[in-house]
T-cell receptor
Framework: GNSVTQMEGPVTLSEEAFLTINCTYT??????LFWYVQYPGEGLQLLLKATKADDKGSNKGFEATYRKETTSFHLEKGSVQVSDSAVYFCALFSNDYKLSFGAGTTVTVRA | EPEVTQTPSHQVTQMGQEVILRCVPI?????FYWYRQILGQKVEFLVSFYNNEISEKSEIFDDQFSVERPDGSNFTLKIRSTKLEDSAMYFC??????????????FGPGTRLTVT
């Protein structure tokens, strides 16, 4: 079946530090890959997506590249801000029309 | 900007009681979903709903669970006889079903269900 494994947290960083959250997947077919973010007290929001191999999704300074050869979709941001403190979820969407999520990684950015 | 809303934000119930979690999806959306996240675990798919019927459900979604769209705006998840292990955050989501696949799913803020 489909599954997503992402880096366990929590992750604590200082402002302007580099952030990487690893995500790997197992899927049948050709899944689309997503990163969702959940800010405190809010719902899950789509951060970025990639629908085919070698696509790069980007938004708000975050980037992730769909790597079919390593079945990965690692999230990166070059310089984080306090406002990036949130829980980040990697997810895939495949032929079964539902999202399969990773466990989520809590990121805290200190001023 | 349109958003998915859920009520209540937190529900406490005793084991064996029935609970109904409510969601108002985005108004022109056609697909509706429930997911749940047990504390410290993954967000798990429960059920999807389209055209007034269940289109897919997971093995978690047993006979204790049901979904309904009682009117043109609400989408509910009912748990008939709650168990301790039903304690989780429940997320509702909707998608328009009219754009290209994959349909983007818009999530609500969740309802935290605590079964005592």
């Amino acid at each position: 079946g489909n599954s997503v494994t992402q880096m366990e947290g929590p992750v604590t960083l200082s402002e302007e530090a580099f952030l990487t959250i690893n995500c790997t997947y197992t899927a049948t077919g050709y899944p689309s890959l997503f990163w969702y973010v959940q800010y405190p007290g809010e719902g899950l929001q789509l951060l970025l997506k990639a629908t085919k191999a070698d696509d790069k999704g980007s938004n708000k300074g975050f980037e992730a590249t769909y790597r079919k050869e390593t079945t990965s979709f690692h999230l990166e941001k070059g310089s984080v801000q306090v406002s990036d403190s949130a829980v980040y979820f990697c997810a895939l969407f495949s032929n079964d029309y539902k999202l399969s999520f990773g466990a989520g990684t809590t990121v805290t950015v200190r001023a | 900007e349109p958003e998915v809303t859920q009520t209540p934000s937190h529900q406490v119930t005793q084991m064996g009681q029935e609970v109904i979690l409510r969601c108002v999806p985005i108004s022109n959306h056609l697909y509706f979903y429930w997911y749940r996240q047990i504390l410290g675990q993954k967000v798990e798919f429960l059920v999807s709903f389209y055209n007034n019927e269940i289109s897919e459900k997971s093995e978690i979604f047993d006979d204790q669970f049901s979904v309904e769209r009682p009117d043109g705006s609400n989408f509910t998840l009912k748990i008939r006889s709650t168990k301790l292990e039903d304690s989780a955050m429940y997320f509702c989501a909707s998608s328009d079903g009219q754009s290209l696949l994959p349909y983007e799913q818009y999530f609500g803020p969740g309802t935290r269900l605590t079964v005592t």
